[in-house]
């Protein structure tokens, strides 16, 4: 489930004034350009209000603060993804389940400056996982890739998708509860992967902010549970 509630689903062109810290003892795995997939652990102080601290100069392109009827209609919503307010339901809780989630409108990913993200979900019972996925396939708003360990995204090209997968149950597959960033609908070979030292199918909330620098061709990701 995304949730929107207390935490608002939020993408924004521009300039941060200030990225999600870098707290004591986060874990980091850098990216091949160079750029940081950083982690917050659980008890560090990294709040959603951290994601609010964009500048003047910060263009909100879309903005939820709760998924219901009328939010609907700004969405594809594919496979078993449904909403169920105020919540945003990718899948029910059953195995073998595959949901999606596009916007009909496509948001212009930036050729300079950036572009972030913050939304907040929760995973639980027998989900793998999830990804937010930017894609320009034939699908477009359509899209829906593989159930599993596929996690709605393996399969959809041209993409970019950052995951939250819980499970490793095939061979080969990455360790379980990591983030880790892929292309190309490829989820066996990411390009930037860490572990998390929480469950991600917990129940609790998690948020997240995703900021992708077009000027460092750079992806950062920051994920806390506070």
Known sequence: DIPSDG???RVEAGEPAAAPPEEDGSQSATAPDGGPLDVAPDGDQLTSADAD??????????????????TARRF????????????????????????????????????????FV??????????????FVLQSSSGKATALGETGSGLGYAGITPSVAVEFDEHSSDPGEPPPHHVAIATNGDATRPV???QLPFAISAGQPIHAW??????????DVYVATT
Do not use: C, W
């Not at 919503?77 to 496509?106: C, H, K, Y």
């Not at 913050?118 to 990804?131: K, L």
């Not at 995703?210 to 992806?219: K, P, S, V």
């Open 7 to 9: 935490a608002a689903t």
């Open 53 to 70: 601290a964009a500048s003047p100069a910060m263009q909100t392109i879309v903005d939820i603060q709760r998924f219901d009827g009328t």
């Open 76 to 115: 594809a919503l594919n496979g078993s993804a449904s909403i169920a307010a105020p919540v945003l339901r990718l899948t029910p809780d059953r195995t073998e389940q595959a949901g999606s989630a596009f916007l009909l409108d496509p948001i212009p990913v930036p050729r300079a400056g950036k572009l």
């Open 118 to 131: 913050a939304f907040e979900f929760v995973v639980r019972g027998t989900a793998d996982g999830f990804a």
């Open 192 to 194: 930037a992967l860490v």
């Open 210 to 219: 995703i900021r992708y620098d077009a000027g460092r061709m750079a992806l």
